[in-house]
Nanobody, 123 residues
Framework: QMQLVESGGGLVQAGGSLRLSCAASGRTFNFYYMGWFRQAPGKEREFVAWISRYGSPTSYADSVKGRFTVSRENAKNTVYLQMNSLKPEDTAVYHC????????????????WGQGTQVTVSS
């Protein structure tokens, strides 16, 4: 069993930056591929980024490529999402998720989820 807790969300103006963190419980954090997803009101949950067990490789949705960076510190059981050049369309609840078995951009293939943190970008 793994528990995930996100933090770092908030309100920011367009063009600004935020850094999200996701702290995981347990001692087997490096067994898991980690993903970030987001869900805006009235929309389906969508893939943002994933990171492999030891930090490389990574993958990003086209909509965030070049602006967001995913990283992890296995010694701290934490994964991060650095978000730069934020746009109003990035407004959503951001969730981190964990899975064993390899990379995936499908939320259906992740086993554990955090409650999410709200990111609001004003224009």
């Amino acid at each position: 069993q793994m528990q995930l807790v996100e933090s770092g969300g908030g309100l920011v103006q367009a063009g600004g930056s935020l850094r999200l963190s996701c702290a995981a419980s347990g001692r087997t954090f490096n067994f898991y591929y980690m993903g970030w997803f987001r869900q805006a009101p009235g929309k389906e949950r969508e893939f943002v980024a994933w990171i492999s067990r030891y930090g490389s490789p990574t993958s990003y949705a086209d909509s965030v490529k070049g602006r967001f960076t995913v990283s992890r510190e296995n010694a701290k059981n934490t994964v991060y999402l650095q978000m730069n050049s934020l746009k109003p369309e990035d407004t959503a609840v951001y969730h981190c998720a964990a899975r064993i078995g390899g990379s995936s951009s499908s939320p259906k293939e992740y086993n554990y989820w955090g409650q999410g943190t709200q990111v609001t970008v004003s224009s």
